[in-house]
């Protein structure tokens, strides 16, 4: 798998592709899916939660740290890709030398400059030409496992589109799939074992004057009548190396395995 990931961004389709891990296991009947939400959140807080009761036994449980997109009354479009991870430090003096460094690896970086390109190119599609820009890039925000680079890209839709336009020209998110967004999505489909459902989709909320907010759905836990499914993976670029993209996987799965008892 990772030789022919390998082999599509040197012959030029991609230059990065987000490749995926699917994980599943019986649900625990020590857990409502009330209780299990607000376990999760316990472990994992994040900006971005969201809990939805689908019915015939199927739930969504999501601690996500990522903002998709943000539209204002007033038409300004935010938002939040996340590229680059590190772990947190066991002390303040460890902690900040792991912001540091990843604040500093260049394959980190290159990850997040080629999805802000893309976000930057799926907004400004609907958006007022000039008005767009990039507010903040690369900055280091800490969560409760992890370290993550975040940019922010913004504009403002032009005159006549609202956000569901706005949700055409850039879905899915291009922090999950990769760039360019389409042959990376046509590189996913074949790589991975299964459809991803609605792993990597986005949670939103639309208000009657015009307003949206929404969440990429990462860190999620997908319940259905008798088990539990959950995803993880992360961006791949001539740059990546197996082992480190492994060692990243299991980071963010880290407060899902903390909930179920296996700190390993």
Known sequence: LTTRRRAYIAAGDIFQVNITGRYSSAFPKEFSNTALYLALREKAPAPFGAYLSCGAGYALHSTSPE???????QGVVTSGPIKGTAPRGQTPEEDEAFAAALSADDKERAENLMIVDLMRHDIGRVARVGSMSV????KVERFAHVHHLVSEVRGELEAGRDVFDLLRATLPPGSVTGAPKHRAMEIIEELEASPRGAYCGSVLCVG????LESSVIIRTLVRKPESLRLAAGGGITILSDAQKEYEEMRLKLAPFRALFGDEG
Request: glycine share 6%; charged share 35%; hydrophobic share 40%.
């Open 135 to 138: 507010p903040e890039f690369l």
């Open 67 to 73: 903002r998709f997109l943000q539209c204002d009354a």
């Open 208 to 211: 009657v004057d015009g307003r």
